[in-house]
């Protein structure tokens, strides 16, 4: 099997940076709950891994409902898919149950998570298993603006 490129320090303590700046983004954005967020990537020698993080989110404060590997093992596949050397196609899932459960995602692209098309997160949220009789509601995820823009370039 080949062996995977090994990015360097600076591109990881980057991408590491972007993956901390793409949460305290996220967690805002989806808003009072909990959720279910899953993340898949495929490895560029094509294996595929994933990672599910569970958070509840009240006015003030943000819970994490996993163990701190579970968490560190969430937050390297989202470092590497930002990084983008060792994965070459990652999404983010977030799904909320209120009285119905919807569905929103984002694929990592050019180092940051940006909205799925809703066709294709149609089509991806249609592959994956459920445990729920009713379908997921299928939402246009929330812009998630990386902290060096300007207000020019987000327009």
Known sequence: MPELPRPDNAATASAM???????????????????????????????????????????GTCHVEHSAEEYVQFFVLLTFALENSTIHDAFLLATTANADIRVCGWEARDGWLHPM???????????????????????????LHRPQETAKERS
């Open 17 to 59: 940076g972007r993956a901390l700046h793409a949460l305290t983004a996220l967690f805002p954005a989806l808003g009072e709950g909990s959720h279910e967020l899953h993340i898949n990537a495929e490895r560029t020698d094509g294996t595929e891994v994933s990672a599910d993080l569970y958070v509840s989110i009240e006015p």
């Open 117 to 143: 098309d809703t066709a294709e997160l149609q089509e991806t949220v249609t592959s994956l298993p459920h445990d729920d009789a009713a379908p997921p509601v299928v939402c246009h995820a929330p812009v």
